[in-house]
């Protein structure tokens, strides 16, 4: 079973940058496929991006692409989400995923992924 921790959320301002990571413990790291997701204040958790298990792989949401980045380093069971030009709308808690299934076609659904961090909150002012 595999134990996920965030990090790196934090008070911005509209434009600025932040990296969030996620350390991964008691399993094999590249074993997963890892993903972001994001929840706001009264809105349902949405998918933000995922990585495939080598990092050769990935996937965005409409919402972020051209602004985030999704990678991992394996040596370091750490998973990235390196986010720029960040809008009021990011705002939310972030949470990192991780999935063994085989792929199906579909990533960016949430019961799909069998393992969950607790979050780290990125509120971005305007």
């Known amino acids: 079973q595999v134990q996920l921790v965030e990090s790196g959320g934090g008070l911005v301002q509209a434009g600025a940058s932040l990296r969030l990571s996620c350390v991964a413990s008691?399993?094999?790291?590249?074993?997963?496929?890892m993903g972001w997701f994001r929840q706001a204040p009264g809105k349902e958790r949405e998918f933000v991006a995922r990585v495939s298990q080598r990092g050769f792989i990935t996937n965005y949401a409409d919402s972020v692409k051209g602004r985030f980045t999704i990678s991992r380093v394996n040596a370091r069971n750490t998973v990235y989400l390196q986010m720029n030009s960040l809008k009021p709308e990011d705002t939310a808690v972030y949470y990192c995923?991780?999935?063994?299934?085989?792929?199906?076609?579909?990533?960016?659904?949430?019961?799909?992924?069998?393992?969950w961090g607790q979050g780290t909150l990125v509120t971005v002012s305007p």
């Open positions: 008691g399993s094999i790291f590249t074993d997963y496929k």
């Open positions: 995923a991780a999935t063994s299934r085989p792929d199906s076609g579909t990533y960016d659904y949430a019961g799909l992924y069998d393992h």
